[in-house]
């Protein structure tokens, strides 16, 4: 990860949280501003990340307004919620252009993608499959599903998830009909077992997200455990435009 390896894993989410932003890049192409930077700290150390504000969102009119960067941070919370470590470090803090997600940078093989991931990391893709299920994740893109240099799978761009009505849509269609596996299926049990309990992963959602939101996620974690199957495409657009 470039840089990013000076820094112990266990001292990156501060860094991020609360380093110095430096370096900010508008990157060149997306519907919402988004930005690299570097984040360094008094000791030289620095890493480098992905800085998308609030004020950079373009307005959806099916997702509340200025909520994008909230919904990239839950995706990282849930990622460690179920103990998959799918999403890079993310945060919420303010930076040059106000508040917005802040998200660990990976560098990553450029020739890789979910076309190319399926056949060589199948447990992982099966993760990210039910993952992008229960958060209801309506922009799966083939090019979300990168290949770090270090042989990790990982899932960016997730401001458009946690919606309460069903606007799955994805490129990782091929298990559709297929039972979940046993071990992915015990962690979705271990995660729902967790929401029960106070200061869970669901009190950490309704700081952040409105009630139906949450209860929308909610059913979407029972109906994966009373039913451990992929699901299949529904009758509304199922994929994501652009696909890669």
Known sequence: MGPNTTVPPSDIVRLLAEGEMRDCQLAPQGSNYTYFVT???????????????????????????????????LA???????????VPYTV??????????????????????YFTLRESHPDRVQQLCVFDVIANNADRKASHCLLGLDGRVWGIDHGITFHWENKLRTVIWDYAGRPVPEWIARDIAR???????????????????????VE????????????????YPGPRRSVPWPWM
């Open 39 to 73: 984040i360094g700290d008094r000791k030289g150390r620095s890493v480098r990340a992905v800085y998308k504000p609030r004020k950079g969102e373009a307005p959806l009119w099916d997702f509340p307004e200025g909520t994008l960067y909230l919904r990239e941070f």
């Open 76 to 86: 990282y919370r849930l990622s460690e919620a179920l103990g998959w470590g799918l």
């Open 92 to 113: 919420t803090r303010d930076g040059k252009f106000g508040v917005g997600s802040v998200q660990l940078f990976v560098e990553t093989d450029p020739q890789a993608s």
């Open 191 to 213: 995660l729902a077992e967790g929401m029960e309990t106070p200061g869970g992963f669901r009190d950490e959602m309704a700081d952040w997200l409105s009630q139906p939101e």
């Open 216 to 231: 929308a996620f909610c059913r979407r974690v029972e109906g994966m455990l009373q039913r451990p199957v992929f699901p």
